[in-house]
T-cell receptor, first 113, second 112 residues
Framework: NAGVMQNPRHLVRRRGQEARLRCSPM?????VYWYRQLPEEGLKFMVY????????ESGMPKERFSAEFPKEGPSILRIQQVVRGDSAAYFCASSPFRDNEQFFGPGTRLTVL | DAKTTQPPSMDCAEGRAANLPCNHS???????VYWYRQIHSQGPQYIIH???NNETNEMASLIITEDRKSSTLILPHATLRDTAVYYC?????????????FGKGTLLTVNP
């Protein structure tokens, strides 16, 4: 059973461009969570999605960030008009049910030039 | 969720047991203790969790005190690959428990 997959692993964008981060949960998992880890800081919750629904986006910045988890395909975290402060590692996790332990992917390291 | 307190760093000799403590004195009855670790530049890895009883799996053992105010994660035979930041997380059952709150954790360095 493959683990959580994220791509790309590394992404470089110039200020003002868009970044799209993809996450494929483990097989059988319908709950997806996104976390952000800024340099030298701990992971912070961003958003929780269940197939086609955003359950909690309280950790998402109000502007430029959006997330989706369509019926088919991976979950997407989208950052529009990136700024240098968006440079971070973005981790996706999945679980079969909400109360279960979360399994994390390898992360996408976003660098904004 | 209850706050946890962990030492910022610990050292352990390869092959010896690593005992990582965590204080969670304000834990309530329906809160579980979870442990994750993050090896440098990788995603966090689930290790173990428990409510009241001690737990053991192929990776580690979790010892929770009777009053549940503290716990210890035990890696019985530490290897160099166990060098990582270990996070103790208290997580309520139900509600918004999906929000894992990662503190600063303990950096465990296993020395040859």
């Amino acid at each position: 059973n493959a683990g959580v997959m994220q791509n790309p692993r590394h992404l470089v964008r110039r200020r003002g461009q868009e970044a799209r981060l993809r996450c494929s949960p483990m097989k059988g998992h319908s709950h997806v969570y996104w976390y952000r880890q800024l340099p030298e800081e701990g992971l912070k919750f961003m958003v929780y999605l269940q197939k086609e629904n955003i359950i909690d986006e309280s950790g998402m910045p109000k502007e430029r960030f959006s997330a989706e988890f369509p019926k088919e395909g991976p979950s997407i975290l989208r950052i529009q008009q990136v700024v240098r402060g968006d440079s971070a590692a973005y981790f996706c996790a999945s679980s079969p049910f909400r109360d279960n332990e979360q399994f994390f992917g390898p992360g996408t390291r976003l660098t904004v030039l | 969720d209850a706050k946890t307190t962990q030492p910022p760093s610990m050292d352990c000799a390869e092959g010896r047991a690593a005992n990582l403590p965590c204080n969670h004195s304000t834990i309530s009855g329906n809160e579980y203790v979870y442990w994750y670790r993050q090896i440098h530049s990788q995603g966090p890895q689930y290790i173990i969790h428990g409510l009241k009883n001690n737990e053991t799996n192929e990776m580690a053992s979790l010892i929770i005190t009777e009053d549940r105010k503290s716990s210890t994660l035990i890696l019985p035979h530490a290897t160099l690959r166990d060098t990582a930041v270990y996070y103790c997380i208290v997580r309520v059952s139900g509600g918004s428990n999906y929000k894992l709150t990662f503190g600063k954790g303990t950096l465990l360095t296993v020395n040859p």
